[in-house]
């Protein structure tokens, strides 16, 4: 959970986390709320614009996660469950187990979150069209009208990994039925689009500059662009991944040999075994019998002072709660199932004994292997 930020709460069993960039960005957000406020001569005393700008900042990323449940309630129509809304630097992101089975699911998906937004614009619009004489009122909802719209807007540029380009995927999947060439294509014009953006955000940036005037919409649509090239580029080598594992089985992404540790050891000496292995997982015996399974994050689940005072046995995942695999079963399946329960190994099981485990090491060398076999068959 660490990488995910802060959990504030939970929305229809949805954990909800705020990225902790999203600190920096409230206070961000804020500011511009309230310099905008100001310029509006409100004729509030400042720690009212102050209160004003940090009502409309709550509204605004209670407005990202209203989107984000959009998405999570159309998802969780097709039996998708949805692991977690995360919000961060300039949006949400509604994390759903697997992906879509069908194109018009994955459509349907992607296209709840702008219409959502749409909405809100409206809703907004139609309050700021009401409150004719509460000047303050008008300045709220005016705001928070422009800003879903925008947002809406945004969201529906066809560039993977936003809205606009999960929607132009599902378009390109329904014609060309293949899912990880869609993904391919909807990331390759994802980072086209951030290109343009990194160099429309700098033109403007030194165009600011030039005229002595505003650097900051530049900066912040280059600063945008970035992030979208990261994210695409991401996208593309999950993509590329996926294409990868399509068609083998557990039984070929498996290591068979299978490291084993004995449940009294302490921790210390466990973080020695790791270290002497080099492998991150063994599997907890006790009278030959298996009885949990030990791993690298179990261990750093102890602070490091009380390594020699605890038992493996004490910090383990006991056998009870392992997830299981079974040879037969599609990578690509477990993959989604290991990253539904968030687990980054496990052990498979072939008529009642352990013969394998799948960790994602094993998966990282079945995929570079391939790549080599590839670029060496010229494919
Ligand atoms: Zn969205």
Not at 24 to 38: G, H, K, P, Q, R
Not at 107 to 133: H, K, Q
Request: avoid cysteine; aromatic fraction near 10%; glycine fraction near 8%.
């Amino acid at each position: 959970m660490r990488s995910e930020g802060i959990q504030i709460g939970r929305i229809y069993r949805i954990p909800i986390f705020l990225h902790f960039s999203w600190f920096f960005i409230f206070a961000l957000i804020t500011y511009s709320f309230v310099s905008e406020f100001d310029a509006l001569h409100l004729d509030l005393p400042a720690w009212r614009l102050l209160g004003l700008g940090l009502v409309t900042s709550a509204l605004f990323f209670g407005s990202l996660v209203f989107h984000e449940m959009a998405h999570s309630v159309v998802a969780k129509h097709y039996k998708i469950p949805v692991v977690s809304i995360t919000l961060f630097v300039f949006g949400g992101v509604a994390r759903i187990s697997r992906d879509p089975s069908r194109a018009i699911e994955e459509f349907n998906i992607a296209v709840a979150g702008p219409i959502s937004s749409f909405l809100l614009a409206g809703g907004f619009w139609m309050v700021y069209r009401a409150a004719e004489p509460n000047a303050i009122l008008r300045a709220l909802t005016g705001s928070l009208a422009w800003i879903n719209f925008s947002l809406a807007v945004f969201n529906l540029v066809p560039g993977f990994p936003l809205d606009g380009g999960r929607i132009f995927r599902a378009i390109v999947w329904s014609f060309t039925k293949d899912y990880s060439r869609s993904t391919r294509i909807a990331a390759r014009s994802g980072q086209a689009i951030a290109y343009g953006m990194i160099g429309l955000g700098a033109i403007l940036a030194v165009n600011g500059y030039m005229a002595r005037g505003d650097m900051i919409q530049g900066m912040w649509l280059a600063f945008i662009g970035w992030f979208l090239l990261t994210v695409a580029r991401q996208s593309r080598a999950q993509a590329d991944a996926r294409g990868a594992l399509e068609g083998l089985r557990v039984a070929d992404i498996m290591t068979a040999d299978l490291p084993t540790v004995g449940r009294e050891i302490s921790l210390e000496d466990y973080a020695r075994e790791i270290l002497r292995t080099g492998r991150r997982a063994h599997l907890v015996v006790a009278h030959e019998q298996l009885v949990g399974l030990m791993t690298g994050e179990a261990l750093h689940s102890v602070p490091q002072a009380d390594w020699d005072v605890t038992s493996v046995q004490a910090v383990m995942l006991p056998k009870e709660k392992l997830h299981w695999a079974a040879p037969e079963e599609a990578a690509l399946s477990l993959l989604d199932r290991m990253r539904m329960v968030g687990m980054q190994q496990m052990p498979v099981i072939a008529g009642g004994n352990v013969v394998g485990i799948v960790t994602r090491d094993s998966i990282l060398r079945v995929l570079q292997t391939r790549s080599e076999l590839g670029s060496f068959a010229g494919r």
